[in-house]
Nanobody, 122 residues
Framework: VQLQASGGGLVQPGGSLRLSCSASGFTLDYYGIGWFRQIPGKEREGVACINGQDGSTVYADFVKGRFIVSKDDARSESYLQLNSLKPEDTAVYFC????????????????WGQGTLVTVSS
């Protein structure tokens, strides 16, 4: 099982980015995919997740409609569309496979990809 997040970069406040998570070794139509982020000096926190079987989604409260999580089972990819970015969204973003629910517990996610850095700055 391997996961790889990509798509990060430097973006101005108010801008958008689309992150991708490529999966291999398992299918996205069963396991959930969670997106997390880690701001330097802070704990890793859940951002959004999508259930494998029914495609239902869960978002952290701070997202407030700005981000959209999706997946393409045929491509074994998940995506996190980041809109209306703020400087406080600057973080390393990770994807992981596991149980998608509103708790975003790290222990529920078993395989993690390397993160991709998102920097929001003017």
């Amino acid at each position: 099982v391997q996961l790889q997040a990509s798509g990060g970069g430097l973006v101005q406040p108010g801008g958008s980015l689309r992150l991708s998570c490529s999966a291999s070794g398992f299918t996205l139509d069963y396991y959930g995919i969670g997106w997390f982020r880690q701001i330097p000096g802070k704990e890793r926190e859940g951002v959004a997740c999508i259930n494998g079987q029914d495609g239902s989604t869960v978002y952290a409260d701070f997202v407030k409609g700005r981000f959209i999580v999706s997946k393409d089972d045929a491509r074994s990819e998940s995506y996190l569309q980041l809109n209306s970015l703020k400087p406080e969204d600057t973080a390393v973003y990770f994807c992981a496979t596991g149980l998608c629910n509103r708790w975003f517990r790290l222990i529920d996610y078993h395989f993690w990809g390397q993160g991709t850095l998102v920097t929001v700055s003017s």
